[in-house]
Nanobody, 120 residues
Framework: QLQLVEFGGGVVQTGGSLRLSCAGS????????IGWFRQAPGKEREGISC????????YYADSVKGRFTISRDSAKNTVDLQMNNLKPEDTAVYYC?????????????WGQGTQVTVSS
């Protein structure tokens, strides 16, 4: 069964750190572009970071640039998001997405989300 699961959410104080992991099951994460998204209450889901498959180039939204780092762990088949200097506005449900286009077909998977709460 193809599945994507996020781990590592929790409650942290302002200025603290958390490390989220996105684990793929039944497929290789290395063959997929991986994105991290978040959705705060009453707001639309926003993309905050992604990593490509070809050259492992990284993208960060301005709101997290310099504080968050995305990375692959091929041995574990995961993509991690290291979040430092967390702020209350980072409070949201965090989702990961895996996407691949293969032989003209697009394959997309979403995880169920993990809650991150930053207290002031």
């Amino acid at each position: 069964q193809l599945q994507l699961v996020e781990f590592g959410g929790g409650v942290v104080q302002t200025g603290g750190s958390l490390r989220l992991s996105c684990a793929g099951s039944g497929f290789s994460m290395d063959l997929h572009a991986i994105g991290w998204f978040r959705q705060a209450p009453g707001k639309e889901r926003e993309g905050i970071s992604c990593i490509s498959t070809t050259d492992a180039s990284e993208y960060y939204a301005d709101s997290v640039k310099g504080r968050f780092t995305i990375s692959r762990d091929s041995a574990k088949n995961t993509v991690d998001l290291q979040m430092n200097n967390l702020k209350p506005e980072d409070t949201a449900v965090y989702y990961c997405n895996a996407e691949r286009t293969f032989r003209g077909s697009r394959y997309t998977y979403w995880g169920q989300g993990t809650q991150v709460t930053v207290s002031s």
